[in-house]
């Protein structure tokens, strides 16, 4: 006999009743069920009030039927309404974590504690800390800054570095800490336009991310770094191409530098696809693409596919913007891709202004988790590679260098500087600067605080002109710090940090300088003598003329030449 909807709800109901085991498992709208009538009596004899009481308890047995007939999930299927606890706990897992569970060091991808030094450094509190250090200094992972008996009696941390002096008709001095990429579209308007207003008051530049220049970047004049990245938002043709007179266009007196993004920390050698519903009006005029339709950013560059067309491409940037320093930014992967930029830039010469190194460590709106976790190399090897390119090729007098991934305080900053860096980029605790509580929600448009949504009803809990005084109180306390720092280290210039005042522990008995664990290249090593340094495969390996490389990388004679960088 075939039942009808209405007899198989009834009978379900009743077999979930009947059954011991299904009393157990479909308790709540068993109980429902149960209380349901006595409620209706209520409602009729006694109060009018009793009706929400009723009307809950038929909600219940509603989902609870619901869940046992549906065929998508198990778990409610077996434990009607009770399996949805489950799902509401693991929302508020990170919640409990972060607020409850968590030691200040413990949280990721930053801890409690970083984020507590940011905060008080943007609200103008006291960053000072209690009771001494809570890290584990015996930790294999602990690194520490020397200091000097004879301490200097100040630091200039003002001091800023010209980019493309001698080479560039319009060079750029930036200064030591500068907000990293981060696109319109990613981020809020609202938030844009507090972290451009930050720079502006600051003197520090804005970096654009590959999501183009916006109105909310032209708002307030802050000093822009325009990123381009295998999409070209902003200066592109409708096939997606490289569109010289948008490009010429676009870089007005506010655009103080440019920037090709080779790659990046959080998904290197990932393209990526906002989806067309996502793609506004705003956007889309933004980007230079069509509104409602998939906004897709490609793995690679159509522009160039050797070294030498990289550098040929930036030459043509230069020259388009009236003459302003082009870089590229880029998280390393293969070692001899970095050298094969090397030789075409000593081949061609050619040179790139500057290079960003992004860590693996770095931030994003979304990405794959496999790619976040377990591809590209982090800051400290990454920029150890290129810092070492340079010098060793005799290159790093011509080109800057730049570090971005996970920089929130003044010990990272020295870190980066003691080895190579000139400045350096932090894009997360500059979005904790203005309201990110790190809610882990940027991919879903639902933001708390405003930062990575387009939702304007939640944009509107950021104000611009009070975030904006937090983004730059937050840079001006950093660099203050790290003033403190390389004063304490008898130096009165932070580019006079040396890698010798980087301390790393190995392990529970042995910390060395940075420079007697990792290889630290001398002038001219490879071209004098590559043969000599660690890096002598990868050197044979890179080619100015194609990013492939031109010895066989899996069969080669000496095996302790890749053993370490």
């Given at each position: 006999?075939?039942?009808?909807?209405?007899?198989?709800?009834?009978?379900?109901?009743?077999?979930?009743?009947?059954?011991?085991?299904?009393?157990?498992?479909?308790?709540?709208?068993?109980?429902?069920?149960?209380?349901?009538?006595?409620?209706?009596?209520?409602?009729?004899?006694?109060?009018?009030?009793?009706?929400?009481?009723?009307?809950?308890?038929?909600?219940?047995?509603?989902?609870?039927?619901?869940?046992?007939?549906?065929?998508?999930?198990?778990?409610?299927?077996?434990?009607?309404?009770?399996?949805?606890?489950?799902?509401?706990?693991?929302?508020?897992?990170?919640?409990?974590?972060?607020?409850?569970?968590?030691?200040?060091?413990?949280?990721?991808?930053?801890?409690?504690?970083?984020?507590?030094?940011?905060?008080?450094?943007?609200?103008?509190?006291?960053?000072?800390?209690?009771?001494?250090?809570?890290?584990?200094?015996?930790?294999?992972?602990?690194?520490?800054?020397?200091?000097?008996i004879n301490p200097a009696k100040e630091a200039d941390i003002k001091s800023r570095i010209e980019v493309g002096s001698g080479r560039c008709a319009k060079p750029y001095s930036a200064t030591l800490l500068n907000i990293s990429a981060m696109s319109?579209?990613?981020?809020?308007?609202?938030?844009?336009?507090?972290?451009?207003?930050?720079?502006?008051?600051?003197?520090?530049?804005?970096?654009?991310?590959?999501?183009?220049?916006?109105?909310?970047?032209?708002?307030?004049?802050?000093?822009?770094?325009?990123?381009?990245?295998?999409?070209?938002?902003?200066?592109?043709?409708?096939?997606?191409?490289?569109?010289?007179?948008?490009?010429?266009?676009?870089?007005?007196?506010?655009?103080?530098?440019?920037?090709?993004?080779?790659?990046?920390?959080?998904?290197?050698?990932?393209?990526?696809?906002?989806?067309?519903?996502?793609?506004?009006?705003?956007?889309?005029?933004?980007?230079?693409?069509?509104?409602?339709?998939?906004?897709?950013?490609?793995?690679?560059?159509?522009?160039?596919?050797?070294?030498?067309?990289?550098?040929?491409?930036?030459?043509?940037?230069?020259?388009?913007?009236?003459?302003?320093?082009?870089?590229?930014?880029?998280?390393?992967?293969?070692?001899?891709?970095?050298?094969?930029?090397?030789?075409?830039?000593?081949?061609?010469?050619?040179?790139?202004?500057?290079?960003?190194?992004?860590?693996?460590?770095?931030?994003t709106g979304a990405a794959p988790l496999e790619l976040s976790n377990h591809v590209g190399m982090p800051l400290l090897s990454g920029l150890i590679v290129v810092r070492n390119a340079l010098v060793a090729?005799?290159?790093?007098?011509?080109?800057?260098?730049?570090?971005?991934?996970?920089?929130?305080?003044?010990?990272?900053?020295?870190?980066?500087?003691?080895?190579?860096?000139?400045?350096?980029?932090?894009?997360?605790?500059?979005?904790?600067?203005?309201?990110?509580?790190?809610?882990?929600?940027?991919?879903?448009?639902?933001?708390?605080?405003?930062?990575?949504?387009?939702?304007?009803?939640?944009?509107?809990?950021?104000?611009?002109?009070?975030?904006?005084?937090?983004?730059?109180?937050?840079?001006?306390?950093?660099?203050?710090?790290?003033?403190?720092?390389?004063?304490?280290?008898?130096?009165?210039?932070?580019?006079?940090?040396?890698?010798?005042?980087?301390?790393?522990?190995?392990?529970?008995?042995?910390?060395?300088?940075?420079?007697?664990?990792?290889?630290?290249?001398?002038?001219?090593?490879?071209?004098?003598?590559?043969?000599?340094?660690?890096?002598?495969?990868?050197?044979?390996?890179?080619?100015?003329?194609?990013?492939?490389?031109?010895?066989?990388?899996?069969?080669?004679?000496?095996?302790?030449?890749?053993?370490?960088?």
């Amino acid at each position: 006999m075939r039942l009808n909807p209405h007899t198989m709800i009834i009978s379900t109901a009743w077999r979930a009743y009947a059954s011991r085991n299904g009393i157990k498992r479909a308790i709540i709208p068993v109980t429902a069920l149960v209380l349901t009538p006595i409620f209706l009596i209520l409602t009729i004899a006694v109060d009018a009030w009793w009706v929400i009481a009723l009307l809950l308890s038929l909600f219940l047995v509603l989902l609870g039927i619901y869940d046992m007939l549906q065929p998508n999930w198990s778990l409610t299927r077996n434990f009607p309404v009770a399996g949805r606890i489950r799902w509401l706990f693991m929302n508020l897992r990170p919640y409990f974590r972060a607020y409850i569970v968590e030691g200040d060091e413990e949280g990721r991808p930053f801890s409690y504690e970083a984020r507590r030094l940011v905060y008080a450094r943007a609200d103008g509190f006291s960053d000072m800390h209690p009771f001494g250090t809570e890290l584990d200094v015996r930790s294999d992972e602990y690194m520490w800054l020397t200091h000097s008996i004879n301490p200097a009696k100040e630091a200039d941390i003002k001091s800023r570095i010209e980019v493309g002096s001698g080479r560039c008709a319009k060079p750029y001095s930036a200064t030591l800490l500068n907000i990293s990429a981060m696109s319109f579209g990613a981020l809020s308007a609202a938030a844009i336009e507090a972290l451009n207003q930050g720079a502006a008051i600051g003197g520090f530049y804005h970096d654009t991310g590959e999501g183009g220049i916006s109105p909310y970047h032209r708002k307030h004049g802050g000093d822009l770094v325009w990123e381009l990245g295998s999409g070209y938002f902003g200066a592109r043709k409708d096939d997606g191409s490289f569109d010289p007179d948008l490009f010429r266009e676009a870089c007005n007196d506010q655009v103080k530098m440019t920037e090709i993004k080779l790659s990046q920390g959080a998904k290197p050698g990932h393209g990526g696809v906002l989806p067309g519903a996502k793609v506004t009006q705003e956007i889309a005029s933004t980007r230079k693409v069509q509104q409602g339709v998939d906004c897709v950013s490609p793995r690679a560059h159509s522009m160039f596919s050797t070294p030498i067309e990289m550098l040929e491409f930036a030459d043509q940037m230069r020259n388009l913007s009236g003459g302003k320093p082009v870089g590229v930014k880029l998280c390393v992967g293969q070692v001899f891709e970095v050298l094969a930029i090397m030789k075409a830039m000593l081949e061609t010469e050619k040179y790139l202004d500057f290079i960003v190194v992004d860590g693996a460590e770095g931030g994003t709106g979304a990405a794959p988790l496999e790619l976040s976790n377990h591809v590209g190399m982090p800051l400290l090897s990454g920029l150890i590679v290129v810092r070492n390119a340079l010098v060793a090729t005799g290159l790093r007098d011509k080109v800057r260098l730049a570090a971005s991934g996970k920089i929130y305080s003044a010990s990272e900053l020295a870190a980066c500087l003691a080895i190579g860096a000139d400045w350096c980029n932090a894009a997360r605790p500059f979005m904790f600067s203005i309201g990110c509580i790190q809610s882990r929600r940027c991919h879903t448009d639902t933001c708390p605080t405003g930062v990575t949504t387009q939702d304007p009803k939640r944009q509107r809990g950021l104000v611009v002109d009070v975030q904006s005084k937090r983004a730059a109180a937050f840079q001006a306390k950093t660099l203050e710090a790290l003033g403190e720092i390389v004063a304490a280290a008898g130096l009165t210039e932070p580019r006079d940090l040396q890698p010798y005042h980087l301390y790393h522990r190995i392990n529970g008995t042995e910390s060395y300088p940075i420079d007697r664990i990792w290889h630290f290249l001398n002038e001219n090593a490879l071209i004098d003598a590559p043969e000599e340094t660690p890096y002598r495969h990868w050197w044979q390996a890179a080619r100015a003329d194609s990013f492939r490389p031109a010895v066989n990388l899996a069969h080669h004679d000496d095996h302790s030449a890749l053993r370490r960088l």
